[in-house]
């Protein structure tokens, strides 16, 4: 990953360099103003531009020292002619050689721009998994929903029955339709009794299911075919008589 941080790069052979070792000849604070003018140059991004003044208020330097610094060729005034180097803006003068060995202010902006770009990348997909619920969680109805559903449901329930499988109703009685029912499938079949020995059995069973009409129907048949095999036999019709009866 590209470095996002302001730095400058001085050659480790920088004290050996033949002008600045002129200059530490000379004056000391003139090559202190030279290392100020490269920091302050890749601090504030100036590509090498640099006041002379300014330099000398950080250091303490003096226009004696700008102007040895100038005549060394460190620094260029307006008007120099190195081929090497760009003519310096106003009221300022030029690093000799500051991009040939330290970042652009274009460079470092577009740097520290990928360095910000990587940093979001890092940390989206965390943000993403800690803020973003799962397949379970979003597919989830809400607890709102829940209880709509619940009493919903449970309206219906009482409308129409309960679904699924459930206990016997405590009120569990034939209808008129299923006592009808029973007179032409279980005629040898005392509805009432038959009815509250299931009620009973059930009760005590604690047994679930699905349709109870339909368990007490086959309830009644079971009890229909007990009693046809214990020699019930359905009632014949009494003989037609025909033609005419003298008394």
Same mark, same amino acid.
């Given at each position: 990953m590209?470095?996002?941080r302001l730095?400058?790069r001085?050659?480790?052979g920088?004290?050996d ?8 000849? =000379?004056?000391s604070n003139a090559?202190?103003m030279?290392?100020a003018?490269?920091l +302050?140059?890749?601090?504030?991004l ?6 002379p003044r300014?330099m000398?208020?950080?250091v ?5 020292d700008t102007d040895?610094?100038? /005549?060394l060729g460190?620094? +260029? ?6 081929? +090497?180097?760009?003519?310096p803006e106003?009221?300022?003068v030029y690093v000799?050689?500051?991009? /040939? ?11 520290? &721009?990928? *360095?910000?770009?990587?940093a979001? =990348?890092?940390?989206k997909p965390a ?8 397949? #379970?969680?979003r ?9 709509q559903s619940r009493? &919903?449901r449970?309206?219906?329930?009482e409308?129409e029955?309960p679904?699924g499988? +459930?206990l016997?109703p ?5 209808? =008129?339709d299923?006592?009808?029912w029973?007179?032409?499938?279980t005629? *040898?079949?005392?509805?009432?009794l038959?009815? &509250?020995?299931f009620?009973d059995y ?7 299911k ?12 079971r009890?229909?075919?007990? #009693?046809e095999?214990?020699?019930?036999r359905?009632?014949?019709?009494a003989?037609?008589i025909?033609g005419?009866?003298?008394f």
């Amino acid at each position: 990953m590209a470095d996002a941080r302001l730095w400058a790069r001085i050659d480790v052979g920088y004290f050996d360099n033949a002008k600045i070792s002129d200059a530490l000849d =000379a004056s000391s604070n003139a090559v202190t103003m030279h290392l100020a003018s490269i920091l +302050h140059s890749a601090q504030h991004l100036t590509d090498g531009h640099v006041s002379p003044r300014t330099m000398q208020r950080k250091v303490g330097g003096t226009q004696q020292d700008t102007d040895l610094l100038i /005549e060394l060729g460190l620094w +260029h005034a307006e008007n120099h002619d190195c081929p +090497h180097c760009p003519q310096p803006e106003p009221g300022r003068v030029y690093v000799h050689n500051f991009l /040939e060995h330290n970042r652009s202010r274009a460079k470092a902006e577009e740097a520290s &721009s990928r *360095a910000k770009d990587a940093a979001k =990348a890092r940390w989206k997909p965390a943000e993403n998994r800690e803020n973003k619920p799962n397949d #379970a969680v979003r597919n989830a109805p809400s607890m709102q929903d829940a209880m709509q559903s619940r009493e &919903s449901r449970e309206s219906r329930e009482e409308e129409e029955g309960p679904r699924g499988p +459930h206990l016997l109703p405590s009120d569990f009685a034939p209808s =008129a339709d299923m006592r009808t029912w029973a007179s032409k499938n279980t005629p *040898a079949v005392d509805v009432t009794l038959a009815t &509250s020995e299931f009620i009973d059995y059930w009760t005590r069973e604690r047994k679930r299911k699905k349709d109870w009409p339909a368990t007490w129907r086959n309830h009644m048949k079971r009890q229909q075919g007990f #009693a046809e095999r214990n020699g019930w036999r359905p009632p014949t019709a009494a003989p037609r008589i025909t033609g005419r009866m003298d008394f």
